[in-house]
């Protein structure tokens, strides 16, 4: 079982930049993937940026050339570097890891807010 630890969100002004961090409870090297998902009200949850080991990265479509995904093998943890923030940036993300390719199940951290407003 993997444990995840979101910490970094909080309130930002537009165009301002946050950075999250993912803290595992394993080293990410023996994880498959990892990634960053955010849920606004009455939104679905979404992609925002993902990594698979060997540095593969994903990213949604509203976030990309903005946001960046990276990993600290030494920390265990995935950052996600935001900049450019938009007001429609505000959600709750959260940190997701798929343990290998054939899993069925991931695992999910509890989740950060993150307010873009003026």
């Known amino acids: 079982q993997v444990q995840l630890v979101e910490s970094g969100g909080g309130l930002v002004q537009p165009g301002g930049s946050l950075r999250l961090s993912c803290a595992a409870s394993?080293?990410?090297?023996?994880?498959?993937?990892m990634g960053w998902y955010r849920q606004a009200p009455g939104k679905r949850r979404e992609l925002v940026a993902g990594?698979?080991?060997?540095?593969?990265?994903d990213y949604g479509d509203s976030v990309k050339g903005r946001f960046t995904i990276s990993t600290d093998n030494a920390k265990n943890t995935v950052d996600l570097q935001m900049i450019s923030l938009k007001p429609e940036d505000t959600a709750v993300y959260y940190c997701?890891?798929?343990?290998?390719?054939?899993?069925?199940?991931?695992?999910w951290g509890q989740g950060t807010q993150v307010t873009v407003s003026s």
């Open positions: 990594i698979i080991s060997g540095g593969s990265t």
């Open positions: 394993q080293s990410i090297e023996s994880i498959y993937a």
């Open positions: 997701y890891a798929q343990p290998s390719p054939s899993s069925t199940l991931g695992y």
